[in-house]
Each structure stands twice: as structure tokens, then as C-alpha cells.
């Protein structure tokens, strides 16, 4: 039976494998967290267009996120809805606006501002949907109950049917809540409500019932991803026909590949989704900082476990130097030491996911960020401890494997 050489390493000394499972347990709880918060971002990212039942979305090519969406002309809807395959091209509104708290005038915040006709059917959830036909005033709101606190519930923690007829203002234009549904807040603001769209018009300054920010196009029957691109790209070329009949020398406006029709993009429900997710993991500070944060925990749970097992190996290298001169090979040092490592990193790793677990319910608790341990995040740290570990006793070996064992004594 071999003896177990490794583990009697890493029980010898109590204290530096405590120090050393310590600053693997760090690393990791700093993944885990920084990657439960990317994993966050990605969901809110594209909260809204989860929400909405859509398979090819138009916008203008100025658009910059699902907030921020500037407007096309409505009449390009009209055009699309006479294409064959589409059933329905349906304007949606979106924008940010001001709230007043209605219990403090005083307290006024972003919120998420949208606007539907009151006929159409745009929502894949049941219980917004049947909110949608009763939007038939100009200054009624639907409120999101997953709204903060601070947008001012009557209860003080979430809104609910106490909020039903409580008035307050909507960029100092006067509004009714007269309902709430569940959406979940999203990276641009902490609320949301939903209104008619000629209401949202009425308190969206600079917008017009001619531009929507969104067009959803539904198509007729079940069609999967492969057959929806080619709807839209249909879709583009007859837009780019009709801009060039329009036009002085009748050329096609569309450059090859692109989604830009001149003044709207077309793109596919996954295409939208995706783009909405790379502008917020990517393109903003928000995604890399979360990315960073990860390599810096990295680097610094490796230089940790470095500094154990260089100390380790530095006073064992008398065992070490018996060892090869015993005929033992460079391997099999290298086989001890990162089987010491990969204890180290194992008993880490379970530690750290066991207190992430806890901070990953605790955080979500008090931020209502919708954070989750999984599969993904789980393995990635996993490999990630394993092979800082292991980077971090190849490192520490290399002393070993370049002494001659008639000088180590």
C-alpha cells in the first residue's frame, strides 16, 4: 500500500493548510460572487424583452438599450404587417421617466415607463396580459410589485391592492395606480410601470403615438429560429426595396449582412436578446467590472496558495531531495505536490460554495437582485480553484526539480 504522502503533507501542519484553505475559500467565495452577479446581469439585461411575446423585433438604428430606444416611424409597421407570414407588427413604448413618491412629494426617482394599446396582446404573461385591456384612460398605471420600497408602497415594502386608486405624478403629470403585476426590476431602473400608449405619451416629454420605440412582429404558425431569420430577412430586403423605389437613384439602402433598413434594423428575437446582453456584459463597465473582479480573485487566491507551498516544499525539500535519490522521478514530486494542491483546493472550494450559497440568498434577499448558484457558476469555480491550485504547486516544485539531491543536504 502506497503511503498517502501528500495528505500526511497537508495534515503535518495544521496551521499552514488552514492558511492555505483560507485563501483558497476567498478566491473562491470572490468568484462565486463576482460570476452570481454577471450571471444577474445577464438576466435583468433582457428582462423586458423576456417579458414580451415577440418573434422579430424592429427598432431604430439609434437604438442603445431596451430603455434607451429612440423611435422609428410607425408607418414601417404597417408596411412589415402586409408581408406574408406576419400576423400582427404591434408598437410598443418604452422610456425612462420621473416617479414621485406618493407618500413624499418630495422623493422622486427613475422609473420604467411602458406603453401599449389597450387591444393588442404583447405579454407572455397571463396575469400582465389581461391587465393590457383595461388601460383605457390616459393617466391610468399598472405599477410592477417588484418595484423598491422607496418608490413609495403604502404598506412600505411592496405594492399591492392598498395602492389601488393612489395617485401621484408620473414626470409632474398626474397619474392613477390602478393595478400592479410582478416583472422584476432590470439594470436602467428599480420600477416599472405600465400604461395605455396614448398615456404614455401624455407623460413622456419629446414622444409621439407616430414613433414607437419598439415594433413586435408576430408570425403566423410555429416557426423556429432558422426560419424566423429568413423571415427577417425578408423582411429587410422588401423595407430596402421600398427605400429605393423612394429614392433619387433607386440603389438598395441595406449594405449586404446588415439588419439596418436605412431607418429601422429588423432582427430576430434571439438576435435582440443577445445584442441586449452583449451592450450590458460588454459594452458597459457594469459586465467587465463583474469579469474583473474574477481574475482578480484569481490571481490573488493563486499568489495565496503560491506562497503556502513554496514554504512547504522549501522545508521539505530534504524529504524530497531522499526521494529522487531513492530513484523517484521529477513526476512523481510533481504527483505529490499537486495532489496536495488539489486537497487544498477541494477543501476550499466546498467551503466557499457553502458561504456563497448563504451570501447568494442573503444578497438577494436585501437587494432583490436576482442572483443564482448555477451549473455554470458552480463547475466554472470548480475549475477555476483547481487550477490556480495547480498552477500554484507547479510553481512551488520548481526549486525541487532543478537541486541536485547532493545539495540539498
Given amino acids: 500500500m502506497k503511503t498517502p504522502l501528500a495528505w500526511y503533507n ?3 501542519n495544521k496551521v499552514r493548510t488552514a492558511l492555505a484553505v483560507s485563501g483558497v475559500t476567498f478566491a473562491a467565495v470572490l468568484m462565486f460572487m463576482q460570476l452570481g452577479f454577471l450571471g ?17 423585433l424592429v427598432r431604430s438604428p439609434m437604438y442603445l438599450h431596451a430603455c434607451d430606444a429612440r423611435g422609428f416611424p410607425a408607418a414601417r409597421l404597417q408596411q412589415l404587417e402586409g408581408i406574408p407570414g406576419v400576423k400582427s407588427a404591434t408598437p410598443f413604448f418604452i422610456t425612462l421617466n420621473r416617479w414621485q413618491n406618493p407618500a413624499d412629494a418630495t422623493v ?7 406603453g401599449v394599446r389597450p387591444e393588442s396582446q404583447v405579454f407572455v404573461s397571463d396575469e400582465i396580459q389581461r391587465l393590457v385591456p383595461l388601460l383605457t384612460t390616459d393617466f391610468g398605471v399598472m405599477i410592477d410589485r417588484k418595484s423598491k420600497p422607496e418608490y413609495g408602497p403604502l404598506n412600505g415594502r411592496t405594492f399591492s391592492d392598498l395602492d389601488v386608486g393612489r395617485e401621484t405624478e408620473l414626470t409632474e403629470k398626474r397619474v392613477q395606480i390602478q393595478g400592479h403585476f410582478a416583472l422584476g426590476t432590470g439594470l436602467a431602473a428599480n420600477a416599472a410601470v405600465l400604461m395605455s400608449d ?22 403566423d404558425g410555429h416557426y423556429d429560429p432558422v426560419q424566423n431569420a429568413q423571415v427577417a430577412e425578408s423582411m429587410r430586403q422588401s423595407i430596402s426595396r ?18 439596418n433598413t436605412g431607418d429601422i434594423e429588423i432582427l430576430t428575437r434571439e438576435t435582440a436578446i443577445a445584442a441586449e446582453r452583449k451592450y450590458w456584459i460588454f459594452d458597459k463597465s457594469i459586465g467587465i467590472i463583474f469579469m474583473m473582479g474574477v481574475a482578480v480573485a484569481f490571481i490573488v487566491g493563486t499568489a495565496i496558495v503560491y506562497q503556502v507551498l513554496a514554504s512547504d516544499v522549501a522545508n521539505h525539500l530534504p524529504e524530497y531531495a531522499t526521494l529522487k535519490a531513492m530513484g523517484y522521478s521529477n513526476r512523481y514530486l510533481a504527483t505529490v505536490v499537486l495532489m496536495q494542491a488539489l486537497a487544498l483546493a477541494m477543501m476550499g472550494y466546498w467551503i466557499g460554495m457553502l458561504l456563497s450559497y448563504i451570501l447568494f440568498r442573503w444578497t438577494s434577499w436585501w437587494t432583490g437582485i436576482p442572483i443564482e448558484m448555477n451549473l455554470w457558476i458552480v463547475v466554472t469555480v470548480l475549475i477555476a480553484c483547481v487550477t490556480l491550485c495547480s498552477l500554484s504547486g507547479l510553481g512551488a516544485l520548481r526549486k ?9 543536504f
Fill in 10 to 12: 497537508v495534515a503535518h
Fill in 40 to 56: 444577474a446581469v445577464t438576466r435583468t439585461a433582457t428582462v423586458i424583452y423576456d417579458a414580451l411575446d415577440f418573434d422579430i
Fill in 108 to 114: 422622486k426617482r427613475g422609473i420604467l415607463t411602458m
Fill in 198 to 219: 396614448r398615456g404614455f405619451v401624455r407623460v413622456s416629454p419629446g414622444t409621439s403615438i407616430d414613433t414607437p420605440n419598439l415594433g413586435l412582429i408576430k408570425l
Fill in 242 to 259: 421600398s427605400a429605393g423605389s423612394d429614392s433619387d437613384h433607386g440603389t438598395d439602402l441595406r449594405r449586404a449582412g446588415s439588419t
Fill in 400 to 408: 525541487a526539480f532543478l537541486a541536485d539531491p547532493a545539495d540539498l
